[in-house]
């Protein structure tokens, strides 16, 4: 078991409840989306599944070595180039500096990205820089990584080509991922697994697997795909009557 959540709940001091009593086993191996409307907890979910935030209730057992982080920001070093972004991390993660550089331009190729290790930030593009902070996350070695709806400001063209990367990275590395999203059809498009959460405060509400025939099957994922929308704007619009 990679990450186990038992009954975990969230308040921020005397405010309403943010999630509420989630229970969820993800494998090791796994690639799980956690998909919702915004403001349903799915960001405070991962946060407390990094360590970042203590659940208010309820327990949950994670690695030993907790969980690498990716953000829909790159947040990458402006004044660092791509290879010294990820050296950095190596760096603070404790690989001895002879090892460093080898293991960067290994980070980079992995992630299409070899070409670019002198470039600065400013001279890539949104999709490289998103590759950059993936191979940042990846320099932790961690088995088990989050990402918080990491492609949502790219286009639709170089989301695709990242979601296709992404899925052959995973299969390649074995890591386990969390991968937070609203959008329905790259969590489809992803994961094995989809955990859908209410709205106000988070709970699961329904279960989805997604079985590669299903997701080569354009009838059968468009209907998928369709359902988990109607969900969604149910809650959605529960959450807007109820404000």
Not at 200 to 218: A, F, Q, S, V
């Amino acid at each position: 078991m990679s990450v186990e959540l038992h009954e975990v709940s969230l308040r921020y001091a005397d405010g309403p409840l943010v999630i509420d009593s989630l229970s969820a086993s993800i494998e090791s191996g796994e690639f799980v989306a956690v998909l919702g409307a915004s403001g349903c907890g799915k960001s405070s979910l991962l946060n407390i599944i990094a360590g970042l935030l203590p659940p208010s209730a309820g327990w949950l057992e994670v690695p030993d070595d907790r969980a690498a982080f990716m953000f829909q920001d790159a947040n990458l070093l402006p004044w660092l180039s791509a290879g010294d972004n990820v050296e950095l991390a190596l760096k603070l993660a404790g690989v001895p500096a002879g090892q460093r550089a080898a293991k960067v331009a290994e980070l980079l190729q992995l992630v299409q990205l070899g070409h670019a290790a002198h470039r600065k930030p400013h001279e890539l593009s949104g999709g490289m820089r998103q590759r950059v902070a993936l191979a940042r996350a990846l320099a932790q070695e961690r088995e088990v990584l989050l990402m918080d709806e990491p492609f949502a400001a790219l286009d639709a063209i170089t989301r695709d080509m990242l979601h296709e990367e992404l899925r052959a990275l995973w299969q390649r590395t074995g890591k386990t991922i969390i991968f937070v999203t609203h959008n329905v059809r790259e969590a489809i498009r992803l994961a094995g697994r989809i955990l859908v959460l209410s709205s106000h405060p988070g709970r699961i509400l329904e279960t989805r697997w997604i079985t590669e025939e299903l997701r080569e099957d354009p009838a059968r994922s468009a209907a998928m795909a369709n359902e988990l929308t109607q969900i969604l704007r149910k809650e959605q619009r529960k959450d807007d009557d109820a404000r």
